[in-house]
């Protein structure tokens, strides 16, 4: 095999990142080996100053650089909606639509009795102490997805926010937008008639 | 959409890394975000380190962080035969068959007059002088990909050896192992046809 050893090193870091496997790891190695020194210089500044600076927001727990993060910052956001969602990556997805501007409230994780986490180890009590705080809060939308943990969770925080007397909504499931009811699973075909709206 | 800056940059340096989608890199983001800062500091300065001391070895052009590569400085592989491959992920392949024990020469791309890439910009100045001063070299193996590029480079470079009366081999090209003939296409079964091998 390749014996050079920092190449090799570099390979692991890489395929030991999610979704990366070890052809795609040689890829980016070989990618690094063509960049400029200054250009790597430049990625390994962005990594460590990453690293050291990422927080999570005082009010949403997303990550950001600052004490909050761009979103709870911003004043034309509705303050009075918040959409809790799983992990960061699910504020990406939301946000790509452009289609909602309330706030987020960030779990870090679901309740997962299998896996050992309890409420206590996802940001639910971070959620409670801030619409408690926060008068304003109307509607708390549980957006986690529609797995055996993401609908846990979701019930476990609708219980907790049932004596607070706020509106708390929940994501419509249903067939996929473009997809193929034939390919759809039985529960989201129940789920779709379950919920189905009238038209006429 | 998510505005914190050194996260968003660092998603970006990892989209433009070959085959990483925009998904696919905030999820490194993320991985990044989770490990300690001791491990993305090791990450950091492998990266510069890999940057900085990496060089092309003086005998084969693969890539290596001494002088010689670890395959042309090991006494128990074959001198007298060489692999002459397209880039250094090639003799990652034919290394992981552990059943070449001969050493190789890296070109560093394939001749491409589309792309305007000459024989000048890829080594093969470096294989003949390499071939002219070791008399111990019996056989050299083409071993490129059966695209028009690779085809027109082991050509061009079978041409050049000529006159030195080794022997120039080319990979044999035909049905992949495991795969069924009803998916491989016309040229790949031509070639097994012309290529047939003697059973009886």
Request: aromatic fraction near 6%.
């Amino acid at each position: 095999m390749y014996k050079e050893n920092n190449l090799k090193k570099l390979a692991k870091i890489f395929s030991d990142m999610p979704g990366i496997g070890v052809k795609s790891a040689w890829k980016m190695v070989f990618y690094i080996l063509k960049l400029d020194k200054e250009k790597v210089l430049e990625i390994a500044n962005t990594l460590v100053s990453v690293s050291k600076n990422t927080k999570k927001c005082r009010i949403c727990q997303n990550y950001t650089e600052e004490e909050i993060c761009s979103i709870c910052g911003d004043a034309k956001r509705n303050k009075e909606i918040i959409c809790v969602v799983e992990n960061p990556r699910d504020v990406i997805s939301f946000e790509k639509t452009n289609s909602f501007f309330g706030t987020y409230h960030v779990l870090h994780g679901l309740i997962s009795p299998i896996e050992g986490i309890g409420p206590r180890e996802i940001a639910i009590k971070e959620l409670i102490i801030n619409i408690k705080k926060n008068k304003n809060i109307k509607e708390v939308i549980l957006a986690t997805s529609p797995t055996t943990e993401g609908e846990a969770t979701a019930m476990y925080i609708a219980k907790l926010l049932k004596p607070l007397n706020i509106v708390v909504s929940r994501l419509a499931y249903g067939i996929s937008i473009g997809s193929e009811i034939q390919y759809a699973d039985n529960m989201t075909i129940l789920k779709s008639i379950e919920n189905r709206n009238k038209l006429i």
